[in-house]
């Protein structure tokens, strides 16, 4: 037989504290997203149109791709179909943009050498009302270490998208689903929507990594939290 002693001690938890945990997400106003979400829109719109008309979609199914694979299609003689030139300037997807900040955040990078910057990004978008933060919390920490890295002398944006926006994004590109994607510097017809998102977005702050060569010394951090102790159990003897 067991009783139950009543709850109502608390003791002291100790855990370390870091300020290098979270990165804010720079603030981006309602209005301010739909404009960004419409321009960007209408920049995009090109590379859908051109995938409609040109690229045939895939149809889900191991038989279609077998047959897509065995049998060559020949293009109408006469007939161009060049792609858009701002192709070249997009990465779509998670893996992609993740590869790619990783890459200019490298202290080998020939953009840290002050060589050509083709491939760096200007303005990242991320579709995050329909993602778990777990997804997507990556995106501050790399963009502002990429920008601190690379030669430019303007951030690298990062805007967040509040409302879900990923099946506009997809439409206006030309493919099953977009959760994030990045435009790269130079993109063509890309300059009304970087003025747009240069006035409007802040860049990203990290605070501790502008004073990395501080000599300052900073203690330890360690919390403390008052924590309640749940009910002990008291075994009982009993007497048959």
């Known amino acids: 037989m067991t009783t139950s002693v009543p709850a109502g001690r608390k003791r002291l938890v100790h855990h370390l504290d870091t300020p290098f945990s979270t990165v804010a997400w720079p603030e981006v106003s309602v209005d301010d997203q739909d404009t960004i979400l419409e321009l960007l829109c209408n920049l995009l719109s090109p590379i859908g149109q051109h995938r409609r008309t ?5 149809q889900g199914k191991r038989k ?24 070249d300037y997009v990465d779509v997807g998670f893996n992609a943009i993740t ?20 491939n760096s990004y200007k303005m990242i978008f991320v579709s995050r009302g329909t993602q778990s933060a777990a997804f997507n919390c990556h995106f501050p920490k790399l ?21 879900s926006c990923s099946e506009r994004l997809a439409e206006n590109l030309g493919i099953a689903r977009v959760s994030s994607l990045a435009i790269k510097k130079d993109a063509p017809g890309a300059q009304a929507l970087w ?46």
């Open 54 to 58: 040109h690229l045939k979609a895939s």
């Open 195 to 240: 003025t747009f998102v240069s006035g409007h977005v802040a860049s990203v702050d990290i605070a501790w990594l502008d004073n990395t060569r501080s000599i300052q010394y900073k203690p330890t951090q360690i919390a403390a939290v008052e924590t309640k102790i749940g009910p002990k159990k008291v075994k009982t003897s009993q007497v048959s």
């Open 64 to 87: 279609a791709k077998r047959k897509a694979s065995a049998k060559l299609v020949t293009p109408e003689v006469g007939v161009t179909k060049p792609k858009p030139e701002l192709v």
């Open 99 to 118: 590869r790619g900040l990783e890459s200019m955040s490298s202290g080998t990078q020939a953009i840290h050498a002050g060589q050509s910057s083709e």
């Open 143 to 163: 963009v502002g270490v990429a920008s601190r890295m690379c030669a430019s002398t303007e951030d690298i944006k990062l805007i967040g998208f509040s409302k």
